[in-house]
């Protein structure tokens, strides 16, 4: 299983951003996907997730409403548009997936997600 994330880079606050995550080796369609965050000296955060068929979306609080999460499993990639980006948005962002039997959970504890990606960095200057 792979997860490649990209995507990153360096931007001004006010910013937008796209990243992508393109899985292989795992059956895609079948595993609910998230973003996650890690600023240095902070611990993981959940960013967004999204459940098997799109169905149910979350979103953490510092993100909502700036950050959009979609799929497309027919192409086998997770992507998040970044948009009114901050400086406190700058850390690694990582994408995830597990399988899951439920259409509908989107777990957000990071234990929960079995294959990760390598990382994609973003940094936003004020």
């Known amino acids: 299983v792979q997860l490649q994330a990209s995507g990153g880079g360096l931007v001004q606050a006010g910013d937008s951003l796209r990243l992508s995550c393109a899985a292989s080796?795992?059956?895609?369609?079948?595993?609910?996907a998230a973003w996650f965050r890690q600023a240095p000296g902070k611990e993981r955060e959940f960013v967004a997730g999204?459940?098997?068929?799109?169905?149910?979306?979350l979103y953490g609080s510092s993100v909502k409403d700036r950050f959009t999460i979609f799929r497309d499993n027919a192409k086998n990639t997770l992507n998040l548009q970044m948009n009114s980006l901050k400086p406190e948005d700058t850390a690694i962002y990582y994408c995830?997936?597990?399988?899951?039997?439920?259409?509908?959970?989107?777990?957000?504890?990071?234990?929960?997600?079995?294959?990760w990606g390598q990382g994609t960095q973003v940094t936003v200057s004020s």
């Open positions: 080796g795992l059956t895609f369609s079948a595993s609910v």
């Open positions: 995830a997936a597990v399988y899951l039997a439920s259409t509908s959970a989107v777990p957000r504890s990071s234990s929960t997600y079995v294959y």
């Open positions: 999204i459940s098997r068929s799109s169905r149910n979306i």
